[in-house]
């Protein structure tokens, strides 16, 4: 077990954000992180937990469904960094899928998480983040 949260956070923190863009949108992936922490904290921290990374995932991914509730298809970058045109249509597409979906696309295809980890950190059965990548698969063919 880590020994402060402080460091608990410093660990995870640069992953935590590239997730809550991927999902949330780069605009709201800070102001995600920071309810989060400041959720975690008042129920007594991070060094209370065995397996901090899963639950900061899992929080992540709760607090940023509630940040999309009113508007669920967020751009994935405030300002694209990408220029080609079919980048910016697959980026917008994979940003329109069901946040679930999308966290499990992200997970798994850009950052390269295994099935195995990309569920833990969803807090879900292997079976449903491949179930999640299925449907995106099939969503993402038909509109691409």
Excluded: C
Excluded at 11 to 20: E, M
Excluded at 34 to 55: F, I, N, T, W
Excluded at 120 to 140: D, E, F, N, Q, S
Aim: net charge neutral; aromatic share 6%.
């Amino acid at each position: 077990m880590e020994s402060t949260d402080e460091s608990i956070y410093n660990k995870h923190r640069d992953d935590l954000v590239a997730f809550a863009a991927g999902i949330a949108g780069a605009d709201n992936a800070e102001d995600v992180l920071s309810a989060v922490m400041v959720k975690v904290l008042r129920r007594g921290g991070l060094v209370r937990l065995d397996e901090p990374r899963p639950y900061l995932f899992k929080a992540v991914l709760n607090e940023a469904r509630s940040v999309l509730r009113g508007s669920p298809n967020l751009p994935l970058l405030s300002e694209p960094q990408v220029h080609d045109s079919r980048e910016v249509e697959v980026l917008d597409a994979v940003m329109r899928l069901p946040l679930r979906q999308r966290a499990a696309v992200f997970l798994v295809y850009w950052e390269g998480e295994s099935i195995a980890d990309a569920a833990a950190l969803m807090g879900t059965a292997p079976g449903t983040v491949k179930r999640y990548l299925h449907i995106a698969r099939r969503h993402l063919k038909g509109v691409l």
